[in-house]
C-alpha cells in the first residue's frame, strides 16, 4: 500500500517531535495529530505549505552549521539569479610507501615423546618472519559552492578538510591510488534559494489556481519541493557513505565512537510536522501574531539562519478563493485556520538551530583527540550534519504523503469503503437512468431474435462479467424519421452475394478504464438459442453504406450457447494522433492517416442475425408459419441442408401445372415437402448401408488376409520342422535292403511256397509306395528353394522302387497293368461305402488309389475315375471340416492324378475343374458349351467329364450362368431408366424455365432496392467521421479513445447432443471456427438460392466503442487529481449519443441536470 496510508508509523514520528514542541510553545497552546483535529481543505493546503517551511529553514540551518553564513546566502542567491547553484564535494587522495620491515612471529609450542639426552619429551616452536609495508595516506577534501559551470571563477568554499593516516600491508601492492582526484558529488540548490526572498526569509507558497494544481499534495509547487529534497537526501547519502564506508576504514585505529554521529530526532528537532492547534486557541492566536512579530525583529541572538516571511495579501486572496465554495470561514481562518502560524515555526527553526548546534558541538567535542588524522572533528560534524538532512528531506516526504492520505482516509470514511472500478460502473448505470430521458437512455446490449407474432428463437447479448453491458442504441428503421436504409449485402463466395432486411440498429458503447483494472471480468458476445430453435449469427466490419463484411459465422441451435470473447484495442485520440503526425514529413502524415482511417472503419462492430425457420418456408415455398410446430421436418431440413448441402430444389413444393399454388391448401404442401424429404433421406440412408456395406466387407477381407498369412506362418512353421524329417534316412535304406532281400530269396524258392512270399513282397512294396507317396507330398510343401535338393532323393527313390515291383510282378509272373486293374477294383468296391471308412483310412486308400492311377495307361483311368469322385468328394469335405485329423496332402495329391485322367475330355472341363477348387456353391444348371482341342463330346459324355472332375465343377459353372443373369437384368433397368430419363428430363424443363422467371423476379426485387437514395445519416460507415471530430472537439482531457472490437481466438459452445442428454462444453479455435463458418455459409447458400432470395427476417446490430481511460485508479484519480470521475463519463457518453442520435447533448437529458451540465461542462452544452 502507498506510504500516505501508513498512518501509525507517521503518529509514532509525530509523537515523538510533540515533546519538543511542547517545550518550544506556551504553556497554553494545544496542538494534535493532523487527522485528530477537525479542519478544512483549506487547512491541508496551508499545513502543506507550514511543512515545506520548515524543511525548507531546517536545511539552511543545516548550510549554517557547515559553514554558510547570512553573507554567503546572500551571494548564493544573487548568484541564483542568474545560473543555477551547484553544492559539491571535491575530494583528493595521495598514498606514498614509507618502509618496510621484518619481525619474527612465534607460533605456539608443541610437545612431542621422544628421548632427548635420556629425557622423554621434547617442545618445539614456529617462528615465522613477517615483512610489513607501511605507507603514508593522505586525503583533502572541500565543500563547495559555485554558480553555473565555471566551477572555479564564482566559487565559495563552505568547509574543507584534510588528514592523513599510516597504513600497514603485509605485500608491496599500494593499497589506495598514489594520486587520485576523485569526481565532485554535486547537486543543485537553485530551488532552495528560490524559496528566499531579498531579506533571507523563506516564502513557500501553493498557488491554488494554478492548471496543475489538484491537491494539497499534487502541485506543481509541492512536487518541485519533493524532487529537490529527494536529490538532496541522495546527495547527502553519497557524501555520507564517502566517509563512512571509504575514509573512515582507513584509519581502523582512530578511537572515536562513531555511534555519535547516529543522528535521531530526539537528538535534533525537525521542525516538519503535521500537527495542527486546537480551534478554540485560533482566535487568540491570530490577536496575538503581530506582537510576537516585533518580538522577534528585536532578537538579536537568533542561532536560526532562515526566517519564515509573512504571507502577503495574494496567498490570501487565492486562499480565500479556493475554499469558498466548501465552507464559510474568514479569510484568516482559511489561510491560518488550525495550522501553527509563521512565528511558531521561526520558533520551531529557532529550537531546531539549536539542538543541532548542540549535538555538533558535542560531535567536536568527542572527536577533537584525533585533529589532524582521516577521522576528525572536521569530517564528524560534516557526517552528522548530512545525517539531519536526510531525516528532514524523509519527513517531508512523508509528511505530504500524510496530507493526502488524509483526504483518503476521509474520502473512504464518507463512502464506507474503497470503491472500485466494479462499483462505479454499477453507478454509471445508475447515474445514465437518471441523466437520459426514457426513450434515449442507454439500455442493456441483450435482444430477442424473434418474428413477429411468434415467441423468441434465441437471445443475442454483449456481457462483461455475465451482465449485459450498456450501450445508447439507435433503430434506424423506427426512428423518430424514417430512414430509407435499403438492405444490407454481404458475400458468401466469389460467386453468391446476399441480401437481407430487417431491423438495423447501432449501439455507442462508452466504457471507463482506470490504471488498475480489476481483472476476471472478460466482455463476451453471448448467442443462446431456444430448443428446436436456431439462427444463424455473422460477425464482422461495416465496408460500406450497404455492405456487410463476416468474418466469421455459425449456425445457434437446440439450446446451444456461445460465447465469443471480445478483445478491445484502444488506438491513441484524435489530438494524440494530431500532435504525433505534426512533425512527420507529408509522406509520412499520408500514410498514417490512411492507416488511421483503416483504425477507425475497425471500431464499427457488426453482429448479424439471420433467422432460419422464415427462410426455410420461403425457400420451400411454403406460407409463413408453416414450420412453426413441424418440429422433425424442420430438425431434418437443416440436417439436409447443413450435413449433406442439398439443394432446396429437390425438397421445395411445386405445384402441378394445372394447379393454383395459392389454392393447395398448406397442410398438403406441408406434406409434399415431408415425402420429398423422406425420399432424400431413405437415398442418403441407402448410401449410408452401401458404405457400411463396403466397410464390412473391407474389414471381413482385412480378417481373411489376417488368417491367411497366420495360416500360412503356420505353414511355413511346420515345413520349417518338417524340413530335417525329409531325408533318405536309414529307415529307407533298411526297406529296401528287406525287399532285396526277399527278391533273392523268392528266385530260391518253389511255387508252393512263392505265393506267400509273392504276398509278403507286395505288402513291403505297397509300405515303400506309402512311403514315396508321402516323401512327394512333403517336397511340395517345402519351399521353394528347399525343393531340388530333395526332388533328386524323390526321383531316386521312385527309380528304385519301380525296378523293385517290376522284379516282384516278374517273380510271380503277373502284368503291372493287370495288378494296377486288380488293385484298384478291390478299391473301387470299397469306395462305395466312403461313409464307413475313418478319417486314417480314407488318407491311406487315397494315396492307394493315387499309386495305382500312376501305374495304369491313360486310356484306362477314366473309368475307375467314376467309382473313386463319391470318395474323393467325401474326403474333400472333410479336409474342409474334419471330424478326426487327415492328412490334407493325401486329397491334395489326389486330386492332381484325377485331373490329369481328364486330359483327353475338353480342355473347357479340365478348366472347369481348377476354378472348381476356389468355389463351394451348389444348385445352378450347367451352361451350353462346345469342345474344343478339335475333338466333339456329346452332351452325356461332357457331362459325365464333368461330374467325373468333382461336384466344385458344377458350381463353377453355376457361377458363370448367375452372371449371365445379372447381366441380363442389368441391361433391363438400363432400359427403364432410360425411359424415367426423359421423363424427368420433360418435367425439369418446365421447372427450370419457372426457376428462371422467378429469378428475374428477384433480381428486380434486388436491383429496386439497391436504387434506393440513401440519406446521409443512414449510412452508418460515416459514423467513424463523426465521432472523430465530435472527440476532437470536445473531449477537453482527451482521455476518449476510439476502440476496435476483435474476437478472441478461442470460443465456447455448450450444446445436447441429444434432447435429454446433458450439455457438454466444447472449445472451437481457428480450425473449428472455419468450419462453422463453412457450414453456416453452406446453410445460407441452399436458404437463398445462392443469394436469388433475400433474407427478410434478419437484424443488424453495429457497436461503435469508445474508452475514457485514466491514468490512476479510481480512488487515486478522486484523491489525487482532485476529479470527479462521474462527470468526465458522463461527458464521454453524451458526445457519443449526440453522435448516434443525431441531436444536440440538451435535448437528451432531463431539465433538472441541464444547469449542473451547463456549469461543468460548457464547451458540450454551449456548442
Same mark, same amino acid.
Given at each position: ?686 448410401? @449410408? ?315 428486380? @426485387? ?47 459452445? @455448450? ?113
Amino acid at each position: 500500500m502507498p506510504s500516505y496510508l501508513e498512518e501509525e508509523l507517521v503518529r509514532s514520528k509525530v509523537l515523538r517531535g510533540l515533546r519538543c514542541v511542547e517545550r518550544v510553545l506556551a504553556q497554553n497552546r494545544a496542538v494534535g495529530f493532523g487527522s485528530d483535529v477537525p479542519h478544512s481543505y483549506g487547512d491541508k493546503y496551508a499545513l502543506a505549505e507550514f511543512m515545506v517551511r520548515g524543511a525548507c529553514g531546517a536545511a539552511l540551518n543545516s548550510l549554517q552549521q557547515l559553514g554558510l553564513q547570512r553573507e554567503g546566502l546572500r551571494e548564493l542567491k544573487e548568484w541564483s539569479k542568474e545560473r543555477r547553484v551547484i553544492l559539491s564535494l571535491w575530494r583528493e587522495e595521495k598514498c606514498t610507501f614509507d618502509r618496510k620491515t621484518r619481525r619474527e612471529v612465534e607460533g605456539a609450542s608443541t610437545v612431542k615423546a621422544g628421548v632427548v639426552a635420556g629425557l622423554l619429551k621434547m617442545k618445539t616452536k614456529t617462528v615465522t618472519t613477517v615483512e610489513e609495508h607501511f605507507w603514508d595516506v593522505e586525503g583533502r577534501w572541500e565543500l563547495r559552492a559555485f554558480g553555473g559551470t565555471d566551477r572555479q571563477a564564482k566559487k565559495r568554499i563552505l568547509r574543507e578538510g584534510k588528514g592523513a593516516a599510516k597504513v600497514k600491508t603485509l605485500c608491496e601492492e599500494s593499497p589506495r591510488p598514489s594520486r587520485s582526484v576523485q569526481d565532485a558529488l554535486d547537486v543543485d540548490v537553485s530551488w532552495l534559494l528560490e524559496q528566499v526572498n531579498g531579506d533571507l526569509e523563506v516564502e513557500f507558497g501553493i498557488d491554488r489556481n494554478a492548471a496543475g494544481c489538484y491537491t494539497p499534495r499534487r502541485n506543481t509547487a509541492v512536487e518541485g519541493a519533493l524532487s529537490f529534497f529527494s536529490e538532496l537526501s541522495r546527495w547527502c547519502k553519497s557524501v555520507r557513505v564517502y566517509f563512512e564506508e571509504d575514509v573512515f576504514p582507513v584509519e581502523p585505529e582512530h578511537g572515536l565512537d562513531l555511534t555519535l554521529l547516529q543522528t535521531t530526532s530526539e537528538r535534533v528537532f525537525v521542525p516538519v510536522l503535521p500537527i495542527l492547534q486546537v480551534a478554540k486557541q485560533v482566535e487568540q492566536l491570530r490577536r496575538e501574531e503581530p506582537l510576537l512579530r516585533e518580538m522577534e525583529k528585536k532578537k538579536t541572538s537568533s542561532r536560526s539562519l532562515a526566517l519564515v516571511s509573512p504571507p502577503d495579501a495574494a496567498t490570501v486572496a487565492a486562499a480565500t478563493a479556493t475554499t469558498t465554495t466548501a465552507t464559510t470561514t474568514t479569510e484568516a481562518d482559511d489561510l491560518t485556520g488550525r495550522v501553527l502560524g509563521w512565528s511558531d515555526l521561526e520558533a520551531f527553526l529557532e529550537e531546531e538551530a539549536r539542538s543541532l548546534q548542540e549535538w555538533t558541538g558535542g560531535v567536536e567535542k568527542a572527536f577533537g583527540g584525533g585533529e589532524g588524522g582521516l577521522v576528525s572533528k572536521t569530517e564528524g560534524v560534516l557526517v552528522a550534519v548530512l545525517r539531519h538532512v536526510e531525516e528532514v528531506a524523509e519527513w517531508t516526504e512523508t509528511g505530504l504523503d500524510f496530507v493526502e492520505g488524509m483526504l483518503m482516509r476521509q474520502l473512504v470514511a464518507a463512502l464506507g469503503r474503497e470503491v472500485t472500478s466494479e462499483d462505479f460502473g454499477r453507478y454509471m448505470r445508475f447515474h445514465n437512468r437518471k441523466l437520459f430521458l426514457e426513450e434515449v437512455a442507454p439500455r442493456e446490449f441483450c435482444y430477442a431474435v424473434r418474428r413477429d407474432g411468434h415467441d423468441p428463437e434465441g437471445v443475442v447479448a454483449v456481457e462483461e462479467g455475465s451482465v449485459p453491458v450498456m450501450t445508447t442504441a439507435r433503430c434506424l428503421s423506427l426512428s423518430g424519421r424514417r430512414i430509407s436504409t435499403g438492405r444490407m449485402r454481404f458475400a458468401l463466395n466469389a460467386a453468391a452475394e446476399v441480401s437481407f432486411g430487417g431491423e438495423r440498429f447501432v449501439h455507442a458503447y462508452v466504457r471507463h478504464r482506470f490504471s488498475t483494472e480489476e481483472a476476471g471480468r472478460p466482455l463476451e458476445l453471448v448467442a443462446r438459442a431456444r430448443q428446436f430453435s436456431g439462427f444463424v449469427l455473422a460477425i464482422g466490419r461495416i465496408g460500406g453504406r450497404d455492405l456487410f463484411l463476416p468474418e466469421h459465422a455459425i449456425l445457434v441451435r437446440n439450446k446451444d450457447e456461445l460465447r465469443v470473447p471480445l478483445e478491445l484495442e484502444q488506438i491513441p485520440t484524435p489530438k494524440e494522433f494530431e500532435d504525433a503526425v505534426e512533425s512527420l514529413s507529408p509522406e509520412q502524415q499520408r500514410f498514417a492517416k490512411a492507416y488511421r482511417s483503416m483504425q477507425m472503419e475497425a471500431t464499427l462492430f457488426g453482429v448479424c442475425v439471420l433467422q432460419v425457420k422464415p427462410q426455410l418456408e420461403r425457400v420451400l415455398n411454403l406460407p409463413q408459419g408453416a414450420l412453426t410446430k413441424e418440429l422433425r421436418l424442420t430438425e431434418d431440413l437443416l440436417e439436409l441442408f447443413v450435413d449433406h448441402n442439398i439443394s432446396s430444389d429437390l425438397l421445395s413444393f411445386q405445384a402441378d401445372f394445372l394447379d393454383d399454388e395459392d389454392e393447395v391448401p398448406t397442410a398438403h404442401k406441408v406434406e409434399a415437402v415431408r415425402g420429398r424429404v423422406e425420399a432424400m433421406k431413405a437415398v442418403i440412408q441407402e448410401a @449410408k448401408d452401401e458404405i457400411l456395406e463396403e466397410q464390412r466387407r473391407i474389414a471381413e477381407l482385412k480378417r481373411l488376409v489376417l488368417e491367411e498369412e497366420e495360416r500360412k506362418r503356420v505353414e511355413e512353421q511346420r515345413r520349417k520342422e518338417c524340413h530335417a524329417a525329409i531325408v533318405y534316412d536309414d529307415a529307407t535304406a533298411d526297406l529296401f535292403e528287406e525287399i532285396e532281400w526277399l527278391l533273392q530269396e523268392g528266385k530260391k524258392l518253389q511255387d508252393d511256397r512263392l505265393e506267400d512270399h509273392v504276398s509278403k513282397l507286395k505288402k513291403t512294396l505297397r509300405e515303400a509306395k506309402r512311403k514315396l507317396h508321402s516323401l512327394k507330398v512333403e517336397v511340395r510343401g517345402l519351399p521353394v528353394y528347399a525343393q531340388p535338393e530333395y526332388q533328386e532323393k524323390v526321383n531316386l527313390f521312385q527309380t528304385k522302387l519301380t525296378t523293385m515291383r517290376r522284379d516282384t510282378l516278374d517273380l510271380a509272373g503277373e502284368d503291372i497293368c493287370g495288378a494296377a486293374s486288380t488293385e484298384l477294383t478291390d478299391l473301387q468296391r470299397v469306395a462305395m461305402h466312403p461313409s464307413t471308412l475313418s478319417a486314417t483310412e480314407e488318407s491311406a486308400m487315397l494315396m492307394n488309389i493315387n499309386c495305382c492311377l500312376s501305374e495304369l495307361p491313360k486310356k484306362k483311368r477314366i473309368t475307375p475315375l467314376l467309382s473313386v469322385k463319391r470318395l474323393l468328394s467325401t474326403v474333400s469335405n472333410k479336409v474342409q471340416e474334419p471330424q478326426e485329423p487327415l492328412n490334407p496332402y493325401a486329397v491334395e495329391s489326389c486330386e492332381p492324378v484325377c485331373m490329369n485322367a481328364c486330359e483327353d475330355l475338353s480342355v473347357q472341363s479340365k478348366t472347369f475343374y481348377k476354378q472348381a477348387k476356389k468355389v463351394k456353391k451348389k444348385g445352378f444348371d450347367l451352361p451350353e458349351h462346345s469342345s474344343t482341342g478339335g475333338k466333339n463330346i456329346s452332351d452325356g459324355a461332357h457331362l459325365e467329364a464333368v461330374e467325373s472332375c468333382g461336384p466344385v465343377a458344377v458350381e463353377t459353372v453355376a457361377e458363370k450362368t448367375e452372371q449371365k443373369n445379372e447381366e441380363q437384368h442389368t441391361e433391363k433397368m438400363d432400359a427403364q431408366d432410360t425411359a424415367e430419363a426423359v421423363e424427368t428430363e420433360a418435367k425439369d424443363s418446365e421447372k427450370t424455365e419457372q426457376q428462371e422467371e422467378e429469378k428475374h423476379e428477384e433480381e428486380g @426485387k434486388r436491383e429496386e432496392g439497391r436504387e434506393i437514395v440513401y440519406e446521409e445519416e443512414g449510412d452508418i460507415s460515416k459514423l467513424p467521421e463523426k465521432l472523430e471530430e465530435k472527440y476532437k472537439e470536445f473531449d477537453e482531457d482527451n482521455c476518449l479513445r476510439p476502440t476496435i472490437i476483435k474476437t478472441g481466438k478461442q470460443w465456447k459452445r @455448450k450444446g445436447q447432443k441429444a434432447l435429454l442428454s446433458p450439455a457438454e462444453e466444447q472449445v472451437l479455435d481457428g480450425e473449428g471456427q472455419k468450419e462453422e463458418r463453412n457450414k453456416a455459409f453452406d446453410l445460407l447458400d441452399s436458404l437463398t438460392r445462392s443469394g436469388a432470395l433475400p433474407v427478410e427476417e434478419a437484424s443488424l446490430h453495429v457497436v461503435v466503442a469508445a474508452t475514457h481511460c485514466f491514468d490512476l485508479t479510481l480512488m487515486d484519480t478522486v484523491v489525487q487529481r482532485s476529479v470527479n470521475p462521474v462527470e468526465k463519463v458522463e461527458r464521454s457518453t453524451l458526445i457519443a449519443a449526440s453522435v448516434v442520435h443525431d441531436a444536440h447533448p440538451s435535448s437528451l437529458i432531463k431539465d433538472s441536470h441541464l444547469h449542473r451540465l451547463d456549469t461543468y461542462s460548457p464547451k458540450l452544452m454551449r456548442s
